[in-house]
């Protein structure tokens, strides 16, 4: 592998940036598309007393969580498969859409431009892996050029059953706001394919029900010669998450079966040379856990830039 990890505190940044990890035959690359931001306390109501204060490098200096927004592409000797497809060119202000329940801000538009930046364009892709279809994983479904057209021609699309059938047919407004539109869910419909067990979709990229966060939530396990990393979706939305057992997310929609999926996550990251990436980890999406300590259940290594 051409990147070695350090043990050290991300800064306290905006976002992510664009970052690669090579794994022996197969690179994973975090692809922006631009940037969350959120009130902790609010999202995560049952986190240990004080865990913020103890974690400053994940808040901003409006005293927001930073939550990088973006999809990682997994390249391969033959393949190029994207897992979720960030917000698209979109801008949300958060405090507004939830009449100030919420305050925060939700930014998307990069996701093409980081694709160009490593010599790729839409039709380039192979596949595309679903997480889920909150919004700000399905932005970039309809070219915003030509709404009749997907932005990936040749892509197929994987994604769980629970997962399609819950955003076709959920009527709620206060739940619908935050899945994909029928418009995405109907340009989606032209090319998927639906993955309901653990299955190696392409060599080397295999999907892993994670369910929870949402009902039909997966993580993308990528196998490569050197070494593996476990794209996990939103099983987990902030590193914290992976230092402090127990936290539960505000949004999950099975809070019991995303506790096992975390549970589940763990055990795969703790076997030996696999990586977490995490799409909403701010600064360094990339590293491994390492051992605790007497307030940490983990300790992280990130990859360095």
């Known amino acids: 592998m051409s990147s070695t990890p350090v043990k050290e505190q991300s800064p306290r940044v905006w976002s992510a940036a664009l970052t690669s990890l090579e794994l022996g035959g ?3 690359t975090f692809l922006p598309d631009g940037v969350h931001h959120v009130e902790a306390p609010t999202h ?3 986190a240990p007393e004080g865990v913020w204060d103890r974690h400053p490098e994940v808040i901003d200096d409006d005293g927001l969580l930073v939550m990088s927004v973006g999809a990682f592409l997994i390249r391969t000797r033959e393949h190029n498969v994207l897992v979720d497809l960030g917000f698209g060119p ?3 202000d958060v405090t507004a859409l939830t009449n100030g329940q919420f305050r925060g801000d939700l930014i998307g538009g990069a996701l093409l431009e980081s ?3 490593v010599g790729l364009e839409p039709a380039d892709v192979h596949g595309i892996v679903f997480s889920h279809l909150h919004l700000d994983h399905v932005g970039w479904v309809i070219d915003p050029e030509r709404p009749d057209e997907p932005t990936f021609p040749n892509a197929r699309y994987f994604m769980a059953t629970a997962e399609l059938d819950y955003w076709s047919t959920e009527t709620d ?3 619908r706001v935050k899945g994909a539109t029928d418009e995405q869910i109907a340009m989606m419909r ?3 394919e639906l993955v309901d067990s653990q299955t190696e979709i392409f060599p080397g990229v295999v999907v892993v029900p994670t369910p929870g966060h949402t009902w039909g939530h997966v993580s993308v396990l990528a196998n490569g010669t050197d070494g593996k990393a476990l794209v996990i979706g939103d099983a987990f939305h902030c590193p914290v998450e992976l230092q402090h057992d127990g936290m539960s997310f505000v949004f999950d929609q099975d809070s019991a079966k995303a506790h096992e999926s975390r ?3 763990n055990e795969i990251l703790q076997e030996e040379n696999v990586y977490f990436a995490g799409g909403h980890f701010p600064d360094r999406v990339f590293g491994k856990l390492t051992a605790g300590d007497d307030s940490h259940v983990h300790g992280l290594e990130y990859l360095e830039h």
Request: glycine content about 0%.
């Open 263 to 265: 549970a589940k996550i």
């Open 26 to 28: 197969l690179t994973v």
């Open 115 to 117: 694709l160009s930046t």
């Open 190 to 192: 032209r090319s998927v």
């Open 44 to 46: 995560y109501p049952d």
């Open 173 to 175: 407004p206060a739940e």
């Open 90 to 92: 979109n801008k949300v």
